[in-house]
């Protein structure tokens, strides 16, 4: 297998510090402007530059989105955003406005330009049309097949990449362009804003009663399954796909954590001749997750029926000291409680602890730990730094 970039998600900077922890490569995130994902904390100046600090210095690479279909309003000031982003030696950028990456590679040709997703690359006509105009990226469209995806690799030279997704969740509408959002609530989904209205439960109605579809609670008409991808790896990096991109920058930091050390673990095990271990897929079903299949990557999905159920996430360790690791608590654990740990260390991979008693950082003992995001100390417990805690949901 080729050199393969593996891509995460960072909403902020604890998601950003996660991924990089959990084997990260480089993470894509958003300034406060023509992001695509309002609902993040997303970055402002100040904080793209500790991103790009915090990138570098481990010799990652993090790429900014600029990927709205924007109005002309939205473009007001765009070319000192861009020598701002420049001056923080930005790694790219990803847009999905064509007008907006002609004016990128015209006027600003030393900065990366990645196609977004959303600009709905299918054929490798419009493969080479961004070529030409000098992308060094193009992150495909989530409805290609690996048979198209190898006719697009050949009709490109070698200084342009494919990204494609290999995790997350699949939007129900073509390429992510949806309007539902919009329809229902004023809130434009192709302008960052999207309330994920496809996730919802729906009960229809007609004019003399009303009608409910019940499936596990509720029905969920509009969701699709996850997009899993870590048992084909190799054939997706076959097919000449270079960076692999895990969707989730709304979701929580466990989530990055557990998916990113699951496709880290399973890229260098590929790397070294071996095969996915069932350990590593059944990572991937401690988080969060609406049951997965392999997306339009063999043709039409094959809807899963059976999602498991999750792991909870209950802590992650800020400090490992001699006396017991310091958890900043997430979901309530008691002393006698038996956790899992995740972590990015194989050795500590699924280790069990047995939780003991506990201190809070005054030295008051405590035997239940209740207080979201409040530190305390398991006594005699010894676990890496960023490590975190989680326990199957009942």
Do not use: W
């Not at 991924?19 to 993470?27: N, S």
């Not at 097919?239 to 920058?249: C, H, N, P």
């Not at 988080?287 to 059976?306: I, K, L, S, V, W």
């Amino acid at each position: 297998m080729k050199n393969i970039e593996l891509l995460a998600p960072a909403g902020d900077m604890k998601k950003l510090d996660v991924a990089f922890t959990y084997g990260a490569d480089a993470v894509y995130l958003s300034g406060k402007k023509l992001g695509m994902r309002a609902a993040c904390k997303n970055f402002d100046y100040d904080e793209l530059k500790a991103a790009s600090l915090a990138a570098h210095s481990r010799k990652k690479k993090f790429y900014v989105t600029l990927n709205i279909f924007p109005y002309d309003s939205d473009l007001e000031g765009i070319d000192e955003y861009i020598d701002y982003l420049k001056s923080l030696h930005v790694d790219g950028l990803i847009v999905s406005d064509v007008g907006l990456i002609k004016h990128l590679t015209d006027n600003h040709p030393s900065v990366a330009v990645h196609v977004s997703t959303q600009a709905n690359v299918l054929n490798g006509m419009a493969a080479r049309i961004y070529a030409d105009m000098g992308v060094k990226r193009i992150v495909l469209a989530r409805e290609l097949d690996l048979t198209r995806i190898r006719q697009i690799r050949d009709g490109l030279p070698d200084s342009v990449e494919l990204e494609a997704f290999v995790h997350g969740a699949m939007c129900v509408s073509y390429s992510g362009r949806c309007l539902l959002s919009n329809y229902l609530t004023g809130r434009s989904a192709n302008r960052g804003e999207c309330n994920q209205a496809c996730r919802m439960v729906f009960t229809p109605e007609n004019t003399n009663e009303k009608l409910e579809f019940v499936e596990n609670g509720g029905t969920y008409i509009f969701g699709g399954n996850d997009l899993n991808m870590i048992e084909h790896l190799d054939e997706l990096a076959d097919a000449g796909v270079t960076s692999f991109k895990i969707e989730g920058r709304v979701k929580s930091e466990y989530y990055v954590a557990c998916i990113v050390n699951a496709y880290r673990h399973a890229l260098d095990d590929i790397k070294n001749g071996k095969t996915v271990s069932k350990t590593l897929v059944n990572e991937i079903y401690k988080a969060p997750n609406r049951g997965f299949n392999t997306g339009f990557y063999y043709g039409q999905p094959q809807h899963d029926e059976h999602p498991t159920k999750y792991y909870d996430f209950c802590g992650i360790v800020m400090n490992d000291e001699p006396d017991g690791a310091v958890v900043e608590m997430r979901n309530r654990f008691k002393t006698g409680d038996v956790l899992e740990v995740l972590s990015y260390d194989r050795d500590f991979l699924n280790k069990k602890i047995t939780v003991p008693i506990m201190k809070y950082e005054d030295g008051e003992e405590i035997t239940d730990a209740k207080v979201p995001c409040k530190r305390v100390k398991l006594c005699g417990v010894r676990l890496p730094e960023m490590s975190m805690l989680r326990r199957k949901q009942a």
